[in-house]
């Protein structure tokens, strides 16, 4: 199935600095493709690379000439590369998984002053901690952010790092209602 999207207003900005999809193409790109959810299509990207999307919505691939490998970095904030955070141990990285509901964990959770959260990916186990809920931190709107594979090196679990910036292919905005693990409550 082949769909253009030119004229329509599918796309917000993806040609532009802040590459921000609107779900609706991302819901087209799913049923077309017999898709579960969103979880769904970022396992999909991952496996098969960002090419016959970027062709299903008639944009060029950022490179023109391959499929690119991709990797997730949730964040609440929309961004169009993600810089090199400075660190206290001795090497500063950028961060990206291929774990989508954890990309999505991450693009959601607002952690506050004594609020925590947590990750176990050998039990695919996403936590927050009692005084999280009860206090300044939060389940907020976010962004999973597309970014290649190309530059990104494997640490454990299923977390990737670089030390050299990356550039966003596209942004898809995220909620708590698209994670498809559970979140578990923890005492402090």
């Not at 016959?52 to 000439?65: A, E, G, R, V, Y």
Request: proline content about 2%; hydrophobic content about 40%.
């Amino acid at each position: 199935m082949r769909v253009s999207l030119r004229s329509t207003h599918f796309l917000l900005y993806l040609t532009s600095m802040s590459p921000v999809l609107k779900r609706d193409i991302i819901n087209i790109y799913i049923k077309a493709k017999g898709l579960k959810n969103l979880v769904g299509f970022f396992d999909h990207l991952v496996t098969e690379g960002v090419f016959d999307f970027m062709d299903f919505i008639n944009q060029k691939n950022s490179d023109n000439t391959t499929n690119q490998s991709i990797l997730m970095h949730g964040s609440l904030k929309q961004i169009d590369k993600l810089n090199i955070l400075q660190s206290d141990t001795k090497e500063s990285h950028i961060y990206a998984t291929d774990n989508s509901n954890y990309a999505i964990f991450l693009a959601i959770i607002n952690v506050k002053k004594y609020g925590r959260a947590s990750v176990n990916i050998s039990k695919n186990e996403f936590s927050i901690t009692t005084s999280f809920i009860n206090g300044e931190s939060k389940i907020s709107n976010g962004y999973v952010h597309i970014v290649s594979k190309k530059y990104f090196v494997p640490t454990s679990n299923t977390e990737y790092i670089s030390s050299q910036l990356a550039h966003v292919i596209f942004s898809v905005p995220v909620t708590f209602d698209d994670l498809t693990e559970t979140v578990i409550i923890k005492g402090h």
